[in-house]
């Protein structure tokens, strides 16, 4: 489409005489024109060009000729020129590299703005030939005086990754980029911390390049007051992917942040917002949280008076925090009240947070707007609005009666969709509520007439079947919908046979011949699912009515209110994308996104620990990653992700490079796994059970000594633990926590110490366990971190949990079972491991294994050796089978691990 | 980030693209027309649609559709406020935005596009700034810049660029220095059917138009801070300061600026400047409005317009204001009072009968009214500035400071 020239006139001052043609070539002229000596035509002629390309026409013939006005010292046209070559270079490479000299020569001059300029368009040349030559200016471009320059540059390696990742990363410029985040100019650091992240969305791996430690953190905080608006962005999103490793750092980030409340840029808004509700996760002082959520409400409210197109990413936004935090908005309903000229995308929106936002308290206002609502011009508002009265109904059960009362209000309008959709929720009123308005059925049955839509006829079948008893006409009504029974939609069909089997129950006399017609011709379509359900009752009724009763009319569980949720676990991975388009969409990014990068958020659990920090920070970002189940996948075949269980290797790789399987090998010992062979070697009859180590000296405990150890008593797991008080003063108000880890262990029951624990004082602690915790992969696996509150403060420290103590008593495998794992499994999942300085005697072993929990399957005499098959389980479902060979003589036996996974899917066939 | 820019007319005409980095095919755009077809009011297309490779974020405004396309993941309302930044921008240099402006600007908008982001990272979108590499066009230059062969673009780079306060440019320099403020209050409100209050809120903004010379910093103070609760701050106030004295102290940029924006929701108690008495029945096909002043402090209630959006079903109204003028939309089916001024003595009144199209089925909803009004030397929630002072020139500026009320979402359901 060509933009038609408006009229002409010599005052004309616009662009729009660019516009003016001739019959004559368009593109033949101009190149006349680019040709020309005087420079004021060459000028016009790039201008009219462009003018051109603006609206979407192909200029691209004319590439030499606009090349040739290049070598100019006009900025106005030299700019132009590089406008046209950003647009064409892709398509015409081999003229562009003769654009190079001129870019080099520019990088280099004495005004930065051409420095700059040209810096920023030779990156915009996504020419693979050109890129080559960009190093060398890029890299002095990086070190410029100009920060004007530096700046331009830091986006420019974004440019460069994005055509070829590989020359950045050889290059080097990666590095100086991250050398850019200390730099002195706000505007470059965040320039810098926004080509960062860009290379990281892009980078196949999805790995951040840059570890964020709190001290890369308290430089783009620091630059986060200086820095422009959309820089603030790009820092507040780096920082809402850092996770502070204590407590007073979440809060003092927190502190520093909430200015940024008040900035009107509702974007940086939002990712304020965004650090703030991840960080409130991990602080525990409740008066601070309280403050945050304070703090958080006036900014919400504000986002409401903006821009339309602000308002609706802010609400889906809201609807999320809501989901999570009620309390930050549970007293701003009003603000989410409807105008009838907003746009039906803020409209349904709004509908939906003031729902969530119903309580008792506001649940007058909220009904009387509903029903005003009611009366609205668009039909899926209105729809809406119906549903949301049930749904305050259901929520609020002092106020169901007007809620029903509002919705007959409704019915009685005659409005069809109106009544079609307040029959729909009235059915699940009465799910809610049994035996407690069916008054209003007669009501109902009046404008049977005028339900024409599957879902509100299949309710009020439903609710017809479901009263029987009380509806005189019910085989009338039913009858008069089996008439057209094979035109109904399927909804209707399965609803109207349950109904008709109900009344049949309920009034058998009234009904055989009805009941028959329905079951016969249910079960003569075509559809499964109609024709299923029709034989079942069929045979239901033909066997045993007594049993159908019971079974058909059963007592049906209520609904709740909260059947529109999100799931949590998905609320809090959204959560994490406060701002972004996936909290737009309510689905994760993997969901939509075209490439997903590797990392899926968490929000962080309680607190996290100070000690070992690099590692630390390391661990918690590994731990996110998603690669370690794809490896078990792989491995194990089978299907991991109901239980969403973590697994990644461990320690160095003994056999396979990288493999679950590294969890058994070379640090046997470590694990604890050596253990029960060790106790074999002892006479010691009961299970075996480590020797408490200790776990926080004195010094570092405020005075609180702990010595511990885990053991597994009646298939239970406790820890036991020795407190000594070391200190001067009596500690009192003992508290435990554990930070999630590999097997989900938290504890049971409360820590039970005597209070006070007086100066110099002991005492036996035995902490029952459990392992239904939630599980995040630690490192080694069986690392736990624990937090000890007592009256002097929180106290933390890691231990190490023996494995040992993970077998279950169920962990005997059926032979057979035994046999085929065995042969399925693959071989680089056995590791091999040879057991030092110990002369066993197999009966021995197995009696002592057994105590342990390791069942022996089999026993082999083969040549010179005595084979064992055993096999364990672990809590988390794992199994590992064993095969020990014990050598007639003196030397070593050699221990065979395979280890596999069962889900609760491979489970099925494994005992088939 | 942001990928590419298109700006589409309401009858769904591409007339403007712009690429940041490489060249997506305006195809991408079918996407959006298919949507277009959906909705019946161009308002309420969605701001956000997902295609197979890309997102398409859209604002409209000024009668035109302006579509981002993005291939990653990227903050939404960043995207949004950028492009309300770029309409802004347009408005700024060209007095208004519209389809014909641009097209009549095609090489300066380019140029300032190319200007404000690069590689899809916003660079330069401080008006000021802008107006140093890219000078607006006005004629006079135009006709000098081609007798003398100059041009629009600047060699030098921008003053204010890097420096701390980005927003203001260096070497400003007035004859008279002045600063005015205005203190401009929507209110926001839905009033029932008895003329209860549903929800009221006001929507403040405290605008700027700054002449001053040099470096000037500014302090504002207000006799009733405690009304501001909840504000959003132009980049040039200083945070802490407000924080600890509550008081406004920054350097302005040069020209015309929002300095806050503050809320005062529907928590406090927000006065409500005008009533409706009204009869309204479809049945007896009769319309009766008045409108009166009510709390208003003694201040002249101006400018009123009454805007009624009728059911389909009305064909025509026959009415006789009291004062102003009436006109009823056939097609639209909104009725429009312009009403004028309130004299307290003698309330305006508009009343007659309305027309329905025949074997029409009875309409049992009623419309919720539209109601503009403006009160001059009043701000409606109180609030008031005591005093303003100028530190780091010597010169004395004159100031003055407005006070508007007007409505903004004010709706009265009938």
Known sequence: ?912 | MIHSLFIINTSGDVFMEKHWKSVISRSVCDYFFEEQKKITSPIDMPPVLATPHHYLITIFRCNMYFVAVCTTEVPPLFVIEFLHRVVDIFEDYFGECSESIIKEHYVIIFELLDEMLDNGFPLATESNILKELIKPPNILRTIANTVTGKSNVSCTLPSGQLSNIPWRRSGVKYANNEAYFDVIEEVDAIIDKSGSTVSAEIQGYVDCCIKLSGMPDLTMTFINPRILDDVSFHPCVRFKRWESEKVLSFIPPDGNFRLISYHISSQSIVAIPIYLKHFISFREGKLDITVGPKQTMGRQVENVSVEVPMPKAVLNCTLVPSQGKYSYDPVSKVLQWDVGKIDPTKLPNIKGSISLQAGSAPIESNPAVNVNFTINQMAVSGLKVSRLDMYGEKYRPFKGVKYITKAGKFQIRL
């Open chain 1, 1 to 912: 489409m060509l933009p038609h020239a408006v009229s002409f006139s010599i005052l004309k001052t616009g662009d729009a005489k660019y516009f003016t043609t001739t019959k004559k070539g368009e593109v033949f002229e101009l190149k006349a024109e680019l040709n020309s000596d005087k420079k004021e035509r060459r000028r016009d002629a790039v201008k009219k060009v462009i003018a051109a390309m603006t609206v979407g026409k192909d200029v691209s013939a004319l590439f030499p000729d606009v090349l040739n006005c290049m070598q100019t010292d006009n900025l106005e046209l030299k700019k132009l020129v590089y406008l046209y070559l950003m647009n064409y270079a892709k398509s015409q490479p081999d003229l562009a590299i003769m654009a190079i000299n001129t870019f080099v020569k520019d990088s280099g001059d004495a005004n930065p703005l051409i420095r700059a300029l040209a810096i920023r368009t030779m990156g915009c040349i996504r020419v693979d030939k050109i890129s080559e030559y960009l190093c060398d200016p890029l890299r002095n471009c990086l070190k410029d005086n100009d920060p004007y320059v530096k700046k331009t540059a830091a986006v420019c390696v974004a440019k460069l990754y994005d055509i070829n990742p590989q020359l950045v990363e050889d290059q080097g410029f990666l590095d100086e980029l991250k050398e850019l985040l200390s730099d002195s100019n706000q505007m470059v650091v965040a320039n810098a911390v926004a080509a960062l992240s860009e290379i990281t969305d892009s980078s196949p791996s999805g790995t951040p390049l840059v570890w964020m430690d709190s001290t890369a953190i308290n430089k783009l905080l620091i630059a986060l007051n200086e820095c422009a608006e959309w820089g603030q962005i790009f820092i507040l999103d780096s920082v809402a992917n850092y996770t502070p490793q204590h407590e007073l750092e979440a809060q003092s980030i927190c502190e520093r942040i909430i200015p940024r409340l008040a900035h009107a840029n509702a974007a940086v808004k939002l990712s304020t917002v965004k650090v703030l509700m991840k960080y409130m996760e991990i602080i525990t002082d409740a008066e601070f949280v309280n403050m945050l959520t304070r703090k958080l409400t006036p900014p919400l409210v504000t986002l409401l008076a903006s821009e339309p197109e602000l308002q609706y990413v802010a609400l889906r936004n809201i609807n999320l925090i809501v989901q999570k935090r009620p309390e930050i908005l549970k007293r701003e309903v009003k603000a989410f009240f409807v105008n009838y000229n907003d746009p039906i995308y803020i409209k349904l929106e709004k509908l939906d947070i003031m729902i969530r936002l119903t309580s008792k308290e506001n649940i007058g206002q909220v009904l009387s707007e509903l029903k005003e609502y009611g009366s609205e011009v668009d039909v899926d508002f209105v729809r809406k609005s119906v549903r949301a009265i049930g749904r305050c109904a259901i929520k609020v059960e002092e106020f169901s009666e007007r809620c029903v009362t509002t919705l007959l209000e409704l019915i009685q309008t005659k409005v069809n969709y109106v009544v079609q959709e307040a029959v729909v929720v009235i059915k699940d009123v009465f799910r809610k509520y049994p035996n407690k308005y069916e008054g209003i059925i007669g009501i109902l049955c009046e404008c049977l007439d005028t339900l024409d839509e599957p879902e509100a006829r299949a309710s009020m079948i439903w609710i017809i079947g479901e009263y029987a008893e009380r509806i005189d006409n019910a085989g009338d009504l039913l009858e008069g919908f089996l008439h057209g029974f094979a035109d109904e939609n399927i909804q209707v069909q399965l609803q109207l046979l349950t109904a008709i089997v109900k009344l049949f129950l309920k009034r058998p006399s009234e009904s055989q011949e009805l009941v028959q017609q329905v079951l016969s011709l249910a079960t003569q379509t075509d559809n499964p699912d109609l024709r299923d359900r029709g034989f079942i009752y069929w045979r239901l009724l033909s066997a045993d009515p007594a049993a159908a009763k019971e079974v058909v009319l059963s007592e049906k569980p209520l609904i709740l209110d909260e059947m529109d949720l999100l799931e949590p676990s998905l609320l809090d991975e959204l959560l994490c994308h406060i701002s972004s388009l996936a909290s737009v969409y309510h689905k994760p990014p993997s969901a939509f996104m075209d490439e997903v990068s590797g990392q899926r958020k968490a929000l962080p659990i309680g607190f996290q620990f100070s000690e070992e920090t690099s590692s630390l920070d390391a661990q918690s970002i590994d731990s996110s990653e998603e690669c370690p189940v794809v490896e078990v996948e792989d491995l194990l075949g089978v299907d991991m992700a109901p239980t969403g269980f973590e697994y990644g290797p461990i320690g160095q790789s003994a056999t396979s490079g990288e493999s679950s399987v590294d969890l058994l090998s070379s640090s046997l010992d470590e694990l604890g796994l050596g253990n029960p062979f060790l106790c074999a070697l002892s006479a010691i009859p009961a299970p075996y059970s480590s020797p408490k180590a200790l776990w926080l000296p004195a010094a570092k405990g405020k005075g609180l000594e702990i010595y511990g150890t885990f053991v597994r008593k009646n298939q239970e797991i406790y820890m036991e633990m020795t407190l000594t008080n070391q200190s001067t003063d009596a500690l009192s108000d003992f508290a435990i926590q554990f930070n999630k880890n590999s097997f989900g262990v938290i504890p049971a029951l409360p820590l039970q110490v005597p209070s006070p624990l007086p100066p110099n004082g002991s005492c036996e602690v035995s902490l029952l366990l459990s392992t239904t915790g939630s599980i995040q992969k630690t490192n080694p696996l069986n690392n736990l971190q624990v937090a000890i509150k007592n009256s002097v403060g929180v106290l933390y420290f890691t231990c190490l949990i023996p494995m040992h103590v993970f077998f279950t008593g169920d962990g005997q495998m059926d032979r057979r079972v035994f046999l085929s794992t065995w042969k399925e499994l693959p071989a680089q999942h056995e590791v091999q491991y040879t057991l030092e300085n110990m002369a066993l005697n197999p009966d021995i072993v197995v009696q002592k294994m057994k105590q342990n929990n390791v069942f022996t399957i089999a026993r082999q005499h083969v040549e010179d050796h005595d084979v064992l098959y055993q096999s364990i389980k672990l809590t988390n479902n794992l199994w590992i089978l064993v095969e020990i060979r014990i050598p007639l003589g003196e030397s070593f036996p050699t221990v065979s691990w395979l280890i596999f996974f069962v889900g609760a899917l491979s489970m099925n066939r494994i005992l088939s």
